[in-house]
């Protein structure tokens, strides 16, 4: 006997169902549309990229999570866990051409060797928005803007989510202030961002094997108590930019809001559920330095990514589990064989009048027909049988209202 292998996805890959789909679509559907509604424009880019772009500095989380492989020319080649780097080495080749502040957005497909846990997997799909060479606080305002946006136009109330804002450089500014000399900074702010994922005494000894001594550990823990940032002009500006577009109500400054990845130069948020139930829904800041760091000309930007896994469960529990399916179009079933030509004939006609049209494949009896029009959510039903081809009209059942129509066939 032939060895069975797993009808199961790889662990932590995922299989889109139909129903999966209609989540899917309607998640992108908010992504694209609020993208194209705050003037970015679209890019995109091969899943395969060179491991030497992606991999970074050790000690990044996402650097250990590369999926990498040789090709057969013996490339060192990787899946891209994110899309920044990529879109530093587009925007660097073509620097001297490009028109600044560019505003572009994709939808990307992300991997991660990640410990799965809810609203981790290893596959996921990532909206990313960024705007490159614009110094401008009102950059931050645009792309957290946009994404309030996404969010609202997704179903979500506006008391369903906040975006924690905070600033690498304010941060800075407070460790200088205790004495924790700035080169030091990278390792606190790698550090610190774990607090929550791991017990504190354990963030402490990373920073002491980063050169921090014990009173530096102990400033900066008590740092992280910070509430006001008053004084921290970018933070200050953001709010009042927030008040003037309408979402300073979705924002509030965060401390603790650091971010894992270590090209990040100034303000940094992250989107999470007000009840504290799920993970990060997206997450950016500002990132002057990547581009010369791939050797590209200095140039300011600033950016997001926004991942379909959290917000798609956070959908399903505040709107229901099958709210992304919505009835639309008309399923066209017939009796027998006798009206088949009768049914593709009016399919036909509704389809160039510009309607969605299910044709059933074979004869059935109506109560079959109409239990599986209810199931495949169409929104009308038409069911000839010999008599309505004979009188030359039919009925057209609209599903919700159970209300009919006659047709002229
Ligand atoms: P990130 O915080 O690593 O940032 O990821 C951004 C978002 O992607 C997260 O908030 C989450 O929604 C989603 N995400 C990340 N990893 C996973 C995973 N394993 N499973 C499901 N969802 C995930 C970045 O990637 C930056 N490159 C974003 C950026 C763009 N910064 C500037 N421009």
Known sequence: MADRISFEAPRGMRDFYPEDMTWRNKVFGAFRASAE?????????????????????????????????????????????EMTPTLARMVAQRQKELRFPLKWTTIAQCFRYERMTKGRKREHYQWNLDIIGEDSVLAEAEVIGAAVDALLRMGLGRGDFKVHVSSRKFLGGLLEKS????????????????????????IAAMMKDGGLSDADVTAAFAIMDTKDCSGCAELEELFSLAQTAG???????????????????????????TKGEFRAIFGGGRYDNLLTTIGGEPTSAVGLGFGDVVVTELLKVRLGSDAAAE???????????????????LAARLRADGEIVDLALRPQKPKKFFSHADQSRAAKAVFLGPDDVERGVARIKDMATRKEKEVVL
């Open 37 to 81: 509604a705050y003037g970015f424009e679209p890019y995109d880019a091969c899943v395969v990229e060179s491991y030497d772009l992606l991999a970074r500095k050790a000690g990044e989380e996402v650097g250990e999570q590369i999926y990498h492989f040789y090709d057969k020319s013996e490339r060192h080649l990787a899946l891209r866990a």
């Open 179 to 202: 004495g924790i000399a700035p080169e030091l900074h990278a390792q606190v702010f790698l550090a610190l961002d774990k607090r929550g994922k791991m017990p504190d005494s354990e």
């Open 247 to 273: 979402f300073a109500d979705c924002l509030e400054f965060d401390i603790s809001v650091i971010r894992g990845l270590s090209y990040y130069t100034g303000v940094v948020f992250e989107c999470f559920d």
């Open 327 to 345: 009835k639309k179009g008309v399923a066209v079933g017939f009796m027998f064989q006798e009206q088949r030509d009768a049914a593709v004939r």
